[in-house]
């Protein structure tokens, strides 16, 4: 598992944010907190997941999908995320960070976008490929 930094930007029904978020390849979806998926616009699909954050915490969210999603300047379209009450611990982890405290960045987005992580420089790189057996 490895964690990087990256720009994106969310596109949502009725706003856009910008910032510096946290990427980690040990997560699927890409995930936002549900203050800022009611401020952003986000339309729900009605499936819900149970997510497991890196402390440990068990998260019941609700898929969603945005309009689009940007990552360090590659634009994709109708991104599906997972929308949770993200816990006080993790928020805080991310604000020592200094990333944003509402969003983590996952494979699925990074893939997507053809990105991975660099598990020695902790940096993006453009991806070698999915893997597909």
Not at 38 to 46: H, M, S, W
């Amino acid at each position: 598992m490895g964690f990087a930094q990256a720009s994106f930007r969310f596109l949502g029904d009725s706003e856009s944010l910008e910032g510096v978020a946290l990427v980690d390849s040990g997560a699927w979806y890409t995930v936002i907190d549900e203050r800022l998926a009611a401020r952003i616009g986000v339309k729900y699909t009605g499936l819900t997941v149970t997510l497991t954050s890196f402390s440990g915490h068990r998260i019941p969210c609700r898929e969603a999908i945005l309009k689009a999603v940007t990552i360090e300047g590659r634009t994709a379209p109708s991104e599906i995320v997972a929308v949770c009450k993200i816990p006080k611990q993790v928020r805080e982890l991310l604000e020592k960070h200094e990333v944003n405290s509402q969003v983590v960045i996952g494979v699925h987005t990074l893939e997507r976008l053809g990105y991975a992580i660099d598990t020695v420089t902790y940096k993006l790189i453009k991806s070698p490929g999915i893997l597909m057996i």
